[in-house]
Antibody, heavy 121, light 106 residues
């Protein structure tokens, strides 16, 4: 059974960089069948896709966040990571990592439990 | 950017009712449309992929249809455990979500 687990600071100061890591267990991140995504959800609001990475390191980002986002992968640790720079209060959200199954039209079939990141001084 | 218009934003129905949610894409996305259920405090759960395919383990009262720009998600007989917010998600170029539909029991 594939499991994803987010980790990282729950509080980030404005203008700083948000950093999160997703650890994948029960399956290899190096499988060519999936993209590995970050998705966020501000409190009481809808879902926003941030970006994804392929095991080779190829990345695709939401154009609205592209200038501030970096997603990287560490296949040796079966992890992928998110960095979001110059954060403001508008970046306060629950951040999810998820697996994007390429063969199912890009459906996110496994998700982490989510981690709340608050941007505040 | 492809815009996804999901409606209604909320609905209230009785146990056993048929519930229908629609999602309209701003351009043709073929069948690249998925549906999720999200309960409070939980991650979304995939229910339907490629517009009409039921994810493994999902009850058969859930179904999806459509192609191109117009899609429908149906709960054939609403159960108390179906209280949740439902989201559509397109995947034509890059992923994007609809605004969500909150389903409540009348």
């Amino acid at each position: 059974q594939v499991q994803l687990q987010e980790s990282g600071p729950g509080l980030v100061k404005p203008s700083q960089t948000l950093s999160l890591t997703c650890t994948v267990s029960g399956g290899s991140i190096s499988s060519g069948d999936y993209y590995w995504s970050w998705i966020r959800q501000p409190p009481g609001k809808g879902l926003e896709w941030i970006g994804y990475i392929y095991y080779s390191g190829s990345t695709y980002y939401n154009p609205s966040l592209k200038s501030r986002v970096t997603i990287s992968v560490d296949t040796s640790k079966n992890q992928f990571s998110l960095k979001l720079s110059s954060v403001t209060a508008a970046d306060t959200a629950v951040y999810y990592c998820a697996r994007d199954k390429l063969s199912t039209g890009g459906a996110f079939d496994y998700w982490g439990q989510g981690t709340l990141v608050t941007v505040s001084s | 950017d492809i815009q996804m218009t999901q409606s209604p934003s909320s609905l209230s129905a009785s146990v056993g009712d048929r519930v229908t949610i629609t999602c309209q894409a701003s351009q043709d996305i073929s069948n690249y449309l998925n549906w999720y259920q999200q309960k409070p405090g939980k991650a979304p759960k995939l229910l339907i992929y490629d517009a009409s395919n039921l994810e493994t383990g999902v009850p058969s009262r859930f179904s999806g249809s459509g192609s191109g720009t117009d899609f429908t998600f149906t709960i054939s007989s609403l159960q108390p455990e179906d209280i949740a917010t439902y989201y559509c998600q397109q995947y034509d170029n890059l992923p994007g979500f609809g605004g969500g539909t909150k389903v409540e029991i009348k």
